[in-house]
């Protein structure tokens, strides 16, 4: 090293890895350098209260997501239909549905979101400019319709006038 120059450089809302190696005859190249990363604290709901928690569950990864204004989609929190993020967020708890992986490539939001909503079984809804989730659970069939249990001659197909349509979306 011929010189150190100091600097206030900052590195705000990223994961860094310091690593101090006594350079010695036997250090001939760079080392494989592996850790684990436990990703960034994010506010879960508890039904009554936000708190931060590391936490792997994917409906609140993707809360946080489409609410962080640094670096999410910085969408405000009314936006998002709070009781069914919960309802998600006990389903992934109950079925074991967990988000561990790290996203290091540049992406939409949209994009990025869809890796932890499929491992959520899950995905977003828009209603008007609010957002909600759908949540693939299994359930039991209700009704199974096919031409093999409807009376021939009683089915009717019909449409919404072009008047009655929507053709603008607040």
Not at 85 to 96: L, N, V
Request: hydrophobic share 40%; proline share 2%; net charge negative.
């Amino acid at each position: 090293i011929n010189e150190i120059i100091i600097d206030t450089v900052s590195y705000d809302y990223s994961a860094l890895v310091a690593v101090k190696i006594k350079l010695t005859d036997q250090l001939n190249n760079m080392p494989k350098i592996t850790y684990l990363s436990f990703g960034r604290l994010i506010e879960t709901w508890d039904g009554s209260t936000w708190s931060p928690t590391g936490g792997n569950n994917p409906a609140w990864i993707v809360w946080d997501m489409l609410t962080n204004a640094v670096y999410g989609g910085g969408i405000d929190a009314s936006r998002l239909d709070l009781a069914a993020w919960k309802d998600w967020a006990d389903h992934c708890t109950d079925s074991g549905y967990t988000f561990d992986g790290i996203i290091d490539e540049k992406m939409t939001l949209w994009d990025s979101a869809q890796y932890v909503l499929r491992a959520g079984h899950a995905q977003i809804v828009r209603i008007g400019t609010r957002y909600t989730i759908a949540i693939d659970r299994v359930d039991q069939p209700v009704m199974m319709f096919s031409v093999a249990n409807i009376v021939e001659g009683s089915f009717e197909e019909s449409w919404l006038a072009m008047k009655d349509r929507a053709n603008e979306i607040d």
